[in-house]
T-cell receptor, first 113, second 117 residues
Framework: QKEVEQDPGPLSVPEGAIVSLNCTYS??????FMWYRQYSRKGPELLMY????GNKEDGRFTAQVDKSSKYISLFIRDSQPSDSATYLC?????????????FGKGITLSVRP | GAVVSQHPSWVICKSGTSVKIECRSL??????MFWYRQFPKQSLMLMAT?????????EQGVEKDKFLINHASLTLSTLTVTSAHPEDSSFYIC?????????????FGEGSWLTVV
């Protein structure tokens, strides 16, 4: 079993839809959870960062962490064509400049106008 | 926000030659940088952790003699792919952490596409 599993996709939704992206993980020691957005042929861009369980909202994006279930989610409200990209979940054991990230495989989202 | 810059963005080299990729943190100091490679439609795979002033730490299965990492200053790390082969063709990405007290803010470079012909 991989440390981080992410729904493989791809996912295609109409503009304005609510999108739910999910990852599960096996290492209960992970404490820091991140979502990155990666456009084609570009480096990943940090979208959301959360620590431990709970919700965090930033504009149209909501990140949710359920440590008891080892499950994290990213919700995108009122999805836009510009949201079309690959979304990667990532997590780490601890914070600090030298902490390693473990990534999910990524899911490609396409928002149709 | 913090910016991490990579150069070159694209490089094509002949098989058997060496290629150097630079990673710079533009507005913050990074004692640690990370190097990843990403194959098409695959996730990022950590290759090594680059430590300023000391040897890099390589992940299992990554050849340290093939992928030379040098972290000569607090703002620059370089990855040199030596004796490149076509199977080394990939997207190489670096990252650096600003290490904010409130959390782990890691920024990625734009990536470097390497094609070995």
């Amino acid at each position: 079993q991989k440390e981080v599993e992410q729904d493989p996709g791809p996912l295609s939704v109409p503009e304005g839809a609510i999108v739910s992206l999910n990852c599960t993980y096996s290492n209960s020691a992970f404490q820091y959870f991140m979502w990155y957005r990666q456009y084609s042929r570009k480096g990943p861009e940090l979208l959301m960062y959360t620590y431990s369980s709970g919700n965090k909202e930033d504009g149209r994006f909501t990140a949710q962490v359920d440590k008891s279930s080892k499950y994290i989610s990213l919700f995108i409200r009122d999805s836009q064509p510009s949201d079309s990209a690959t979304y990667l979940c990532a997590m780490s054991l601890y914070t600090g400049a030298n902490s390693k990230l473990t990534f999910g495989k990524g899911i490609t989202l396409s928002v149709r106008p | 926000g913090a910016v991490v810059s990579q150069h070159p963005s694209w490089v094509i080299c002949k098989s058997g030659t060496s290629v150097k990729i630079e990673c710079r943190s533009l507005d913050f100091q990074a004692t640690t940088m990370f190097w990843y490679r990403q194959f098409p439609k695959q996730s990022l795979m950590l290759m090594a952790t680059s430590n300023e002033g000391s040897k890099a730490t390589y992940e299992q299965g990554v050849e340290k003699d093939k992928f030379l990492i040098n972290h000569a200053s607090l703002t620059l790390s370089t990855l040199t792919v030596t004796s490149a082969h076509p199977e080394d063709s990939s997207f190489y990405i670096c990252s650096a952490s600003q290490g904010a007290p409130s959390g782990n803010t890691i920024y990625f470079g734009e990536g470097s596409w390497l094609t070995v012909v």
